[in-house]
């Protein structure tokens, strides 16, 4: 079902608090092994993927703006294009699924591939559950059972979604859904929000705040360890300097931010969304067309994606983006794609290929999204407790292996 190739993502508790950061003891250490699980066939398929996601998300935005709820709907199916898997254990039994890491979406679902059998510790709600993600979609039955996430992080009773039908998710089980647990509303029958992994490992007294941390290393090839996925604080160890946090806006783990390049202002401060579902970084129409002007990018027809000549790699300068007060800035090395990957979007091996993308016109509320290529260059910190997003520069922030 996956390449033996995996990444290791760690999911680490958190013993003791303090206010900002969360101190974490990391003996134990808590892991549980993550697989990067690709599904590309080109670029197009990379950017395809993200724009579905991105519409799903804009009529969520839209559809709450005005005070309905979208309903489920038929839309175009593209499986997502990389995902950062993790092997849940489900049941009496721990039987093993490979879900989707995201940070996008809150329900936890399984039975895409691998089908769910009932254990003792099985308990059929008889409620109906559905969500729709743009890359794809489920519907089935809400069951609530065991959950396992490491032999120290077992959630007693989570509700699971088991589906009876499911698109989009090829080679995959389903999703472990991080977002917050408005993301659920009216997901399952009967309900108004159902309360998600974190929320679950917090009541149960497992972790000490609500808080799940995420580093990634940049990936130059497909069979590297380079993540971690953290419960109930920060880990000192993957980021430096201090975290800047920025208060959440919306449902998603939304912020605001302002982004400059070359010293000039492309984007005013305006909302988006962080989200580890999203491979690229989109930016809103105008936005986007500035950067492409700046840059030179030419585009690509074979993949979809813009490309530079190594005369205008030499000149790039970082893409600034302003949160919270703090500028990050997103080198040269980090604004281009994996040369040792372009086979994988259905590139040239010397051709030099941009990962920013465009999301289309001004919208209230989502202006970008700051996809998987801006979060291997950040430690990001997504704190349901005081209902903020955090950023910290990592030791691979300025690497140039790309």
């Known amino acids: 079902m996956f390449s033996t190739t995996s990444l290791l993502t760690f999911v680490t508790l958190a013993l003791s608090v303090a206010a900002n950061p969360v101190i974490v003891d990391r003996s134990p250490v808590l892991s549980v092994p993550i697989t990067r699980f690709q599904n590309l066939t080109s ?25 309905e709820f979208r309903k489920r709907q038929a839309e175009p199916v593209i499986n997502e294009a990389v995902s950062y898997i993790a092997s849940v254990g489900v049941g009496a039994n721990d039987e093993q699924f490979q879900l989707i890491v ?37 519907s089935g039955t809400e069951f609530i059972d065991k959950v396992t996430l490491a032999s120290d992080l077992v959630i007693t009773s989570q509700s699971i979604g088991v589906a009876s039908s499911s698109s989009g998710f090829s080679g ?16 399952v029958s009967g309900v108004s929000t159902v309360p998600t992994v974190t929320d679950n490992l917090f009541t149960q007294g497992t972790i000490a705040e609500k808080v799940v941390a995420i ?3 940049p990936a130059t090839s497909e069979e590297v360890t380079n993540g971690e996925l953290f419960f109930g604080g920060t880990d000192s160890t993957k980021f430096t300097g201090d975290i800047t946090y920025t208060t959440k806006v919306g449902d998603y783990w939304g912020i605001s931010q302002t982004i400059s ?30 950067y492409i002007k700046a840059t030179g990018g030419k585009l690509n027809e074979a993949t979809g994606l813009y490309t530079i000549t190594t005369a205008q790699l030499d000149a790039l300068e970082d893409l600034v983006f302003t949160i919270g007060g703090t500028e990050f800035s997103l080198t040269p090395n980090a ?5 040792s990957l372009n086979a994988d979007i259905g590139g040239s091996a010397d051709d030099i290929y941009l990962v920013v993308a465009d999301l289309g016109g001004e919208e209230d509320g989502f202006n970008f999204i700051n996809g998987y290529v801006f979060l291997e260059r950040f430690y990001s910190v997504f704190d349901t407790t005081n209902s903020r997003v955090g950023f910290a520069t990592t030791p691979f922030t300025t690497a140039t292996t790309n």
């Not at 491979?279 to 809103?284: A, P, S, V």
């Not at 604004?335 to 040369?339: D, G, L, T």
Request: net charge negative; charged share 20%.
């Open 43 to 67: 670029g197009h398929n990379v950017i395809a993927s993200g724009l579905n996601r991105a519409q799903n998300f804009k009529q969520r935005i839209t559809a709450r703006d005005l005070g």
């Open 102 to 138: 995201d940070t996008g979406s809150s329900n936890t679902w399984v039975g895409a591939d691998t089908k769910y059998v009932a254990t003792s510790t099985s308990t059929d709600t008889g409620d109906s559950v559905s969500v729709s993600y743009g890359s794809g979609d489920f």
């Open 172 to 187: 995959t089980d389903g999703i472990i859904g991080i977002g917050p647990d408005d993301l659920t509303e009216d997901t």
């Open 215 to 217: 580093s990634f290393e």
């Open 261 to 290: 390049y070359a010293g000039k202002t492309i984007q005013t401060s305006t909302e988006g969304i962080v989200d580890t579902g999203t491979t690229l970084l989109y930016l809103e129409e105008t936005a986007f067309n500035a």
């Open 335 to 339: 604004q281009i794609w994996p040369r």
